[in-house]
């Protein structure tokens, strides 16, 4: 009984130390591609599903003349669905985009 004990304790050392190695090992694959390094074409690739769409909105926002022309034009907008013109703010929820925008503008 003592020897089959010991056993399962060596057993789950072994498989301790094989998850904290595989962890080690992906934190350093992954430290390597960090996203502020990252180019701006490999950032958006790197998006998926809403958090596209949301870093999107705020870069139209970012990059347009002033805040109420970037507003206007994603409340008319023909580029998120095919052949359809939405306004993203009741479609989306992006109005903490907008706060966020306002208090890095002002």
Known sequence: MLKNN???NFDIQILSIKEILKVQFLQLKFEKV???VLQEVEREISFRTEQGLYYSYFKHLVNAP???DGKA??????LT???NTINIFQRFNIH???HYLIRLRY
Do not use: A, F, G, P
Not at 73 to 78: H, P, T, V
């Open 6 to 8: 010991s056993l399962q």
């Open 34 to 36: 960090k996203i502020d």
């Open 66 to 68: 002033s805040l109420m």
């Open 73 to 78: 034009d994603l409340e008319k907008d023909n």
């Open 81 to 83: 669905e095919h052949l």
């Open 96 to 98: 903490q985009v907008m």
